[in-house]
């Protein structure tokens, strides 16, 4: 299996531009998250789904994140408008497990600058 | 509010020492302890404890977890550079994981 496919693996934007970002998850996984990471903030969860229905967005930081999940091979995480704030790198991660608090596997992910 | 705290944040050791990174937790719903090494790219996962006690043991990798006093340590022996990296702690509650902020270690060569 190819792992966690995300992209771009780097993005480059200015304020106000809409920035959308994808993910394949390994196949047969049921469960999906989005995570972001900075140096202030480490690893944060935004949103998961399990079975391409979300589950838990209390993570995502303001209404203008969305993420959506419309099959089980394909999620995309939106900003629009994005702010320079939002520089981070995006990961997704999948898992198998009925209880997803085992291990995830995670893409290598998509590096966002906002100018 | 779940909180892991990772220690120490960073940590520079020269090769052949060992290390031991700690990682502590107040989580509703504990289900698991992970660990996850991270380089430049995407973390990539090390163990996964669920009961007191039992040590985990990859080469010269070993973690171990007290659910008493809610505490999680990792030790590295006999380090090299490869090593160096982000040791990321993470605790499954519910069904996500939250993570701590990480230890950067450097092995000196």
């Known amino acids: 299996d190819a792992g966690v496919i995300q992209s771009p693996r780097h993005e480059v934007t200015e304020m106000g531009q809409e920035v959308t970002l994808r993910c394949k998850p390994i196949s047969g996984h049921d469960y999906l998250f989005w995570y972001r990471q900075t140096m202030m903030r480490g690893l944060e969860l935004l949103i998961y789904f399990n079975n391409n229905v979300p589950i838990d967005d209390s993570g995502m930081p303001e209404d203008r994140f969305s993420a959506k999940m419309p099959n089980a091979s394909f999620s995309t995480l939106k900003i629009q408008p994005s702010e320079p704030r939002d520089s981070a790198v995006y990961f997704c991660?999948?898992?198998?497990?009925?209880?997803?608090?085992?291990?995830?596997?995670f893409g290598e992910g998509s590096r966002l600058t906002v100018l | 509010e779940d909180k892991v705290v990772q220690s120490p944040l960073s940590l520079v050791v020269h090769e052949g020492d060992t290390v031991t990174l700690n990682c502590s937790y107040e989580?509703?719903?504990?289900?698991?302890l992970l660990w996850y090494k991270q380089e430049k790219k995407a973390p990539t996962f090390l163990f996964m404890l669920?009961?007191?006690?039992i040590e985990k043991k990859s080469g010269r990798l070993s973690s171990i977890l007290d659910k008493k006093e809610l505490f999680s340590i990792l030790n590295i022996t006999a380090t090299q550079t490869g090593d160096s990296a982000i040791y990321l702690c993470?605790?499954?509650?519910?069904?996500?994981?939250?993570f701590g902020a990480g230890t950067i270690l450097r092995v000196k060569s």
């Open positions: 993470a605790v499954g509650r519910g069904n996500k994981l939250v």
């Open positions: 991660a999948s898992s198998f497990r009925a209880e997803a608090s085992g291990e995830l596997f």
């Open positions: 669920t009961s007191s006690g």
């Open positions: 989580v509703t719903n504990f289900r698991s």
